[in-house]
Every structure is written in structure tokens, then in C-alpha cells.
């Protein structure tokens, strides 16, 4: 019993030193205020491992981190995971479909990345700036296969 009040005292620790990180975004140094995010994301699904806001918040700071191509390719896979995580978790999460799709774009995987933005478009969960940019990687997509019609139609939405 002492244990589960520990990691509840722990938890909610961990979440309110994640809210003052997040409050210091336009500190200084970027790549030291997004390690300490990624610490807290980590630390916070140690103990919580279900909660698809900070799994999803972890992904998105692996997607920002790495400028070379190898460290990109490996924070890209580990998002990757994070986000498959999310939607076993809530099948429709919007932004971890367009996340998943965005990801499929960058790897050429034309058809899956159609299928990811389908599903983040069918929800009401996406902000109208996702949206847009949903649309134009769809339009991408559809070029990049060779479907000059369905790009235009999605181009122009």
C-alpha cells in the first residue's frame, strides 16, 4: 500500500514539474528544455503507461530531436512505436494517425500514409492547421503514386 502512494506522490509530482517544463519552452537552450521533456515523458509512462497524452506528447519530441539522418531514423522508429502504442490504446486517435502518416510520408510509404490521414481526417479530434496539412500530404501522396486527380482533389480542399 505504501508503494502505490509513492508512485501517486510521485506521479503527480513528475506531472506538475511537466507542466512548469512546459511553461519554460522559450527558454534558451531548445535542445536541453526538450531532453528534460523527454525525461519527464519517460519518467511520467513508467508509472502511467496507459495515458496517451504524454505517450503521444514523447513522440512528438522524438520527431523534433536530431538533425542527422541517423538520429532522425531512430527517433523516427522509436515514435513510431510510441504512436502504434497510442492507437492500440484508442484505435481513432486522430494525431497519432496523422503522426503515423506524416512518418509513412517521409518513408515513401504512399498508400499506408493515405490510410493514417483518412483515419486522423474521419475524427473531429484534429486542429484546422492539421487539418490543412493533412490534406496537403494526402495530395502528395496521391501524386507521388501517380493519381495526378485525387491530388488535385485534395490539393484543393
Known amino acids: 500500500m505504501t508503494q502505490h502512494r509513492d508512485d501517486a506522490d510521485s506521479l503527480a509530482d513528475l506531472l506538475a514539474a511537466y ?3 512546459w511553461e ?3 527558454q534558451p537552450s531548445q535542445a536541453e528544455w526538450t531532453a528534460e ?3 519527464l515523458c519517460r519518467a511520467i509512462l513508467q508509472l502511467d503507461p496507459e495515458n ?7 513522440a512528438k519530441l522524438l520527431l523534433d530531436v536530431g538533425r542527422e539522418e541517423k538520429m532522425r ?9 510510441l504512436f502504434d502504442e497510442v492507437l492500440q ?11 503515423l502518416g506524416w512518418l509513412d510520408c517521409f518513408d515513401h510509404a504512399w498508400k499506408t500514409a493515405i490510410a493514417h490521414f483518412q ?9 484546422v492547421q492539421t487539418r490543412i ?5 494526402m495530395a502528395l501522396a496521391y501524386s507521388r503514386l501517380g493519381n495526378d486527380r485525387k491530388a488535385n482533389e485534395y490539393f484543393e480542399r
Open 19 to 21: 507542466d512548469t517544463w
Open 24 to 26: 519554460q519552452e522559450d
Open 37 to 39: 521533456g523527454m525525461e
Open 52 to 58: 496517451i497524452t504524454y505517450r503521444t506528447n514523447y
Open 73 to 81: 531514423h531512430l527517433n523516427h522508429q522509436k515514435a513510431r512505436v
Open 89 to 99: 490504446i484508442d484505435a481513432a486517435n486522430a494525431y497519432a494517425h496523422y503522426h
Open 119 to 127: 483515419q486522423a481526417l474521419s475524427s473531429r479530434g484534429l486542429t
Open 133 to 137: 496539412r493533412s490534406f496537403a500530404n
